[in-house]
C-alpha cells in the first residue's frame, strides 16, 4: 500500500533550525519531493531526492534514506516567511508521474 | 512569464450543473496533472496526461473526466457535480526531460451545493 506520514504541526522561534520527518512507504519509488505551501496559495518546490545523502540548496537541506523509507527537510536560519506547510511527496511509481502527498506539516515560526 | 493558469479561481455551483476548469501553461510541458486537495487529505492526484491524447487515472478519478487535445492545455470536466466534490484543485505541468518539478497553477477553490 501507499503511507506517508510527517507531523501535523510544528513551531519553531526565527533564527532557528527545525527538521521536519516524513515516512514513507510506496508501491513503487524513484524518488522524493518536498514542496512548500503557503495558506491558500499553490505548492512551490523545494528539492527532489533520488539518491540517499543529503542534498543543499541555501538555507533548506533534503535527506534521504531510501533503505530506511525515510527523508527529512532541514530548514536552517528560520524566518517568519518560512511559517507554511510542508508536503513530503515520494513517487508513487518507478518514474516521476505519480506522486504520492502526505497531509504536509504546518510549519509556524514565532519571533 | 512561465506560468500554470487556471479558470475560474472561485466558483460555487448546485449539485448536476456540468462545469469546466480550465488549465493552461506556457511553458511547452508534455506532462500536465490535476489535482484536488482536502483538509485532512493532502493532495491526491486526479488525473495526469503524458502528453497530448494521453490520458491516464491518478487516484481518484471517479466524477471527473479530462481532455488534452492541445499540449497547453488540460481541462478539467465535472459531468454532474456533487457535493463531495467541493474541494481546492490544483493543476500542474512539468517537463518530461531534465528537471521533475512540478509547477503548480493557483488553485479553484469549487463549491458543489
Not at chain 1, 513503487?28 to 514542496?35: C, P, S
Not at chain 2, 484536488?36 to 478519478?61: A, C, F, H, W
Request: with cysteine.
Amino acid at each position: 500500500g501507499q503511507n506517508i506520514d510527517q507531523p501535523t504541526e510544528m513551531t519553531a522561534t526565527e533564527g532557528a533550525i527545525v527538521q521536519i520527518n516524513c515516512t514513507y512507504q510506496t508501491s513503487g519509488f524513484n524518488g522524493l519531493f518536498w514542496y512548500q505551501q503557503h495558506a491558500g496559495e499553490a505548492p512551490t518546490f523545494l528539492s527532489y531526492n533520488v539518491l540517499d545523502g543529503l542534498e543543499e540548496k541555501g538555507r533548506f537541506s533534503s535527506f534521504l534514506s531510501r533503505s530506511k523509507g525515510y527523508s527529512y527537510l532541514l530548514l536552517k536560519e528560520l524566518q517568519m516567511k518560512d511559517s507554511a506547510s510542508y508536503l513530503c511527496a515520494p513517487t508513487g511509481s518507478y518514474n516521476t508521474d505519480k506522486l504520492i502527498f502526505g497531509t504536509g506539516t504546518r510549519l509556524q515560526v514565532f519571533p | 512569464e512561465a506560468q500554470v493558469t487556471q479558470n475560474p479561481r472561485y466558483l460555487i455551483t448546485v449539485t448536476g450543473k456540468k462545469l469546466t476548469v480550465t488549465c493552461s501553461q506556457n511553458m511547452n510541458h508534455e506532462y500536465m496533472s490535476w489535482y484536488r486537495q482536502d483538509p485532512g487529505l493532502g493532495l491526491r492526484q486526479i488525473y495526469y496526461s503524458m502528453n497530448v491524447e494521453v490520458t491516464d487515472k491518478g487516484d481518484v478519478p471517479e466524477g471527473y473526466k479530462v481532455s488534452r487535445k492541445e499540449k497547453r492545455n488540460f481541462p478539467l470536466i465535472l459531468e454532474s457535480p456533487s457535493p463531495n466534490q467541493t474541494s481546492l484543485y490544483f493543476c500542474a505541468s512539468r517537463s518530461t526531460s531534465g528537471s521533475s518539478e512540478q509547477f503548480f497553477g493557483p488553485g479553484t477553490r469549487l463549491t458543489v451545493l
